[in-house]
Structures are given as C-alpha cells and as structure tokens.
C-alpha cells in the first residue's frame, strides 16, 4: 500500500475482482458479468480481473465544452513473483504474457468503456514493487489478435505441438513428464508448420 501511495499516479481505483463468465457473489465487483465477455472475432473469456482504475488526469477544457468523454480506464493483474529480466517495450511477451491485453478487451465488453493501459504489478518485496505496462494501441491489439488467429489455427487445424522455447525445460515443473529431450524432439517438426508460434516469439 505504501508503494502504491508513493507511485502518486493519476489512476484512481474503481473496480475490484471484476469477473466475467462467473457466477455472482461477495468476492467479486457488483458490476460483475455472469456472461462471458465476448471480444474480438467472437471469442469468449471467463476470468477476473484484480483492479480496473480510472484515469483522473482528464482534459478539463473539453470538460467545460460538454465534449467530455467518460475517462479512459486501466486494468492491472497483481503478481507475487519477479519480472521478467531486460524487458523493454511489452506488448504479448513472445505470447506468453496475454493478461494485460485480453483483461483491456474483456474490461471493454462488460463495462463498454475505453482502456488505454494494462499492466502487471508485481506487488510485493520480492518483486521490487515494479510494474510493467503495455499502451492498449493499434500495435498491442494487433499483436493479440495475431496471437488469438494462431490458437485459432493450430486448434482448427488439429496440430498442437509440444514446441517450447529455448531452455524453457529447464526451469519447467512438467520436465518428469515429458522428460528432459521435449526440445531435441521439437527441432525435427517441420519449420513451415511452426512458422506461426515462431512469429509470435518474436513480439515483444
């Protein structure tokens, strides 16, 4: 809480839990959805969100014309681990981190509001009180939707590899599953058919 007091951002807190295709109950924000929340393409998302914010650095002048737009909003998913090292500009993070972006697009179906950010707020000591934050643009939304068109794929298409990233086995608690060559096993796949996952390795 102290660090979030010292931050003095202009985001003021408006919405707690706020969940989508959930059933309602105390634990989640009144302004909670029951039904999914319907993005782009028709693609439906379950989940809850930790904390929608309110942008409170508006434009007053166009307040005082009667122009005044309902202010921009902000949605953030709390961590308790560390960020990620030497990461710059955030987008999809090589699609494997989605929540920022697809927290905005379901914070816009159930509140039918504008969010202009998302961001990750590792919010302990062990995460240095450091947040990442990634600008809901015309990029960032290409970028997941790119993302959301290639699960579309692979599931219409039937061909779901196990196809990690490099060193990704080395720090995964499946590794007694799969054993320690899931990475060898990959390299023999045909490149054509992973050409879309590599692609969106390459986001960042």
Known sequence: IRAVVEAGERWRPERFELAFGLPKDDRH??????????????RRLRGSIDLVEVDTGGNAL??????????????TDHKTGRPPRGRGRLLVGGGEILQPLLYAAAAESVLDRTVTSGR???????????????????????????????????????????????????????????????????????????????????FP
């Open 62 to 75: 166009d307040a005082l014309r009667g122009k005044a737009q309902p202010p921009p909003l902000r949605v």
């Open 120 to 202: 990750l707020f590792f919010c302990t000591r062990r995460g240095d009180y450091s947040a990442l934050e990634v600008p809901v643009d015309d990029e960032a939304r290409a970028a997941v939707e790119e993302v959301l068109a290639a699960v579309d794929g692979a599931v219409g298409g039937g061909f779901l590899p196990a196809a990690p990233r490099a060193d990704a086995c080395a720090r995964c608690d499946f590794r007694p599953v799969c054993g320690p060559h899931e990475e060898a096993r990959a390299r023999r796949k045909r490149p054509d058919r992973l050409a879309p996952l590599e692609r969106i390795r390459s």
């Open 29 to 42: 924000d009144p302004a909670s959805s029951e039904a999914e929340a319907e993005i782009a393409g028709g």
